[in-house]
């Protein structure tokens, strides 16, 4: 899967790959900072920054735009319909205990941990399903990106291999 979508941005420069990369949820920036340093060639800090800049995006545009798209679409085919009970159920269920427990916290801490099925598309679904207001919400989904950016680059770059 994954080689298939760096075959998909090779043709890009790096930099945009590494973009349209992080933007994708299947990858976010647990995968397009390591492809931007490891196969791009890119710098530590430019994989990091376009990578957290692209994460963003979607997040933001998740928290303004999720309920018109999705009522839209939902109303319009049975496949989408299936796909968004899936996803917004997937999503309160991994973070719902989390949030009762740990408030807006749990929401940074949740995107902050670079594993798959956290990250910023499903804080921010989860976030919005959950009506949590968005300007409580986003600032802790970017800060939440930044220290995954971070952990994801210093694991990147091998940098934990002095605690070994």
């Known amino acids: ?72 679409l939902s109303e319009r085919s049975k496949i989408f319909k299936k796909l968004f009970d899936w996803w917004f159920d997937h999503s309160l269920e991994k973070f719902v205990k989390k949030y009762e427990k740990y408030g807006l916290w749990a929401l940074l801490i949740f995107v902050a941990i670079p594993l798959p099925i956290t990250g910023a598309w499903t804080g921010a679904t989860a976030a919005f399903l959950m009506n949590i207001p968005k300007k409580k919400a986003l600032p802790y989904i970017f800060g939440g990106v930044f220290i995954a950016g971070v952990i994801v680059t210093l694991i990147s770059i091998g940098a934990f291999r002095i605690f070994i």
């Open 1 to 72: 899967m994954i080689d298939f979508l760096v075959n998909l941005v090779q043709n890009l420069p790096p930099e945009l790959a590494t973009f349209v990369l992080a933007m994708l949820p299947v990858t976010e920036l647990r995968a397009s900072i390591p492809i931007g340093i490891g196969v791009f060639g890119l710098h530590p800090f430019s994989a990091f920054f376009f990578s957290v800049i692209a994460d963003i995006v979607p997040a933001t545009l998740i928290m303004f735009f999720m309920k018109p798209v999705a009522v839209w």
